[in-house]
């Protein structure tokens, strides 16, 4: 496991991303989350992990609670929008940047953002939420090749071994999901708006990003 991540954390390191607050911490995350991809578990699937107290669904936002808990010692509320909700109150949280074409500008994002960063989509379903934050993923870094990846829990099949609580690529513009309607028209399309610091200080987004 560890020279697999090796792999991964020369390539992070090769492009100068630190998005832990020491190395230690970053190459913990890196080594979790290839662990976690290892365990081969599906999309919700229920796992207790070694020597944890409970079961835990590994749904996005579990996934994510056990990832932030394990490396960076932070508890977080149990859904994608709560976890939204609770760093936003903590000025944790920035807009994704757009272009004039209202998608996400992938070079700005990922210039600004470092591994550990939590990343936010809203109406990837019918969420009963407000705000309607619906799935979260964590940001690894990129690889040598320049490929930013991301981490956590999906439904998508394309991940590193699979889908799943597993490793992916990251384009902030891929589809992501919709919101329907009793007729099954689309009511609202997923989209990530969001990115979220957790180790950061209060009042880090309004800070325009300083730690």
Not at 22 to 46: F, I, M, N
Request: net charge positive; glycine share 10%.
């Amino acid at each position: 496991m560890r020279a697999m991540a090796a792999g991964l954390l020369v390539g992070l390191w090769a492009a100068g991303i630190w998005a832990a607050a020491t190395p230690e911490q970053h190459q913990k995350l890196v080594e979790t989350c290839r662990w976690l991809s290892q365990q081969d578990l599906a999309y919700g699937q229920s796992w207790q992990p070694p020597g944890h107290p409970h079961v835990i669904t590994m749904d996005c936002s579990n996934t994510i609670r056990f990832i932030v808990w394990k490396v960076f010692g932070l508890n977080l509320p149990r859904t994608a929008s709560s976890q939204y909700v609770f760093l936003k109150e903590k000025g944790k949280v920035r807009e994704v940047p757009l272009r004039e074409d209202g998608k996400v500008d992938p070079a700005e994002l990922v210039a600004d953002m470092r591994s550990g960063d939590l990343l936010f989509w809203e109406w990837t379903y019918n969420v009963p939420r407000d705000p309607p934050i619906s799935h979260v993923m964590i940001y690894l870094g990129r690889k040598k090749d320049g490929q930013a990846m991301v981490a956590g829990s999906s439904q998508r099949m394309d991940g590193e071994r699979g889908g799943g609580v597993d490793i992916y690529t990251f384009d902030p513009n891929a589809p992501s999901g919709n919101a329907r309607n009793f007729f099954n028209f689309i009511t609202h399309r997923g989209r990530l708006v969001a990115y979220a610091r957790p180790i950061a200080r209060p009042g880090w987004a309004e800070r325009g990003g300083l730690e």
